[in-house]
């Protein structure tokens, strides 16, 4: 059995816990605060396992500017980042926080969801994903899998399984 452990990063309200929740089953906002205000505020968790006994844990951070301690708190630990940016809003403060962040943290490897995919017409996804290739340049993530996603359609969620489970078994070679 195999375990690694993924962290998201981004900017406030693109997406992530929405994102984890697809993915897993599971709602890494569990605080009341949480659902309440619609933000998360605390670390979450989630599990994504694979029949082959690869375990993904993964920790959901806050993305609000306020609550970067906690991120950090989070980000600490993590093997791989999914950093995650809104088709509809772009790349954003936190985004560049948290990627300068995982840059600092020497993270390795990872790999990006564009979210809220189903907003937005395919030449304004292809500009956030151009734009978003630009943004990684010079960083960890360069080059890494850009993948369009909805959590509410479902588009492309497997496929983001899928390369998550490519990434998490090259990386834990390294471990």
Not at 82 to 92: P, R, S, T
Not at 117 to 145: C, I, K, P
Request: some cysteine; aromatic content about 4%; overall charge negative.
């Amino acid at each position: 059995m195999r375990y690694v452990i993924l962290g998201t990063a981004g900017h406030i309200d693109h997406g992530k816990s929405s994102l984890v929740k697809a993915l897993t089953g599971t709602d890494p906002d569990r605080l009341k605060e949480e659902k309440e205000r619609g933000i998360t505020i605390d670390l979450g968790f989630a599990d994504l396992s694979y029949p082959d006994g690869l375990t993904v844990g993964i920790v959901d951070v806050p993305g609000h500017e306020r609550l970067v301690r906690n991120m950090l708190a989070g980000a600490g630990g993590i093997d791989l980042v999914l950093l995650v940016i809104a088709a509809d809003e772009g790349i954003m403060p936190q985004s560049r926080e948290h990627l300068a962040i995982c840059d600092l943290l020497k993270i390795k490897a990872g790999l990006i969801a564009i979210t809220k995919s189903d907003l937005v017409e395919q030449e304004w996804l292809e500009l956030v994903t151009d734009e978003v290739r630009h943004f990684v340049q010079g960083t960890f993530l360069e080059g890494a899998e850009i993948i369009p996603v909805s959590s509410k359609t479902g588009a492309n969620l497997d496929l983001l399984k899928d390369k998550i489970r490519d990434i998490a078994l090259k990386s834990s070679l390294s471990l």
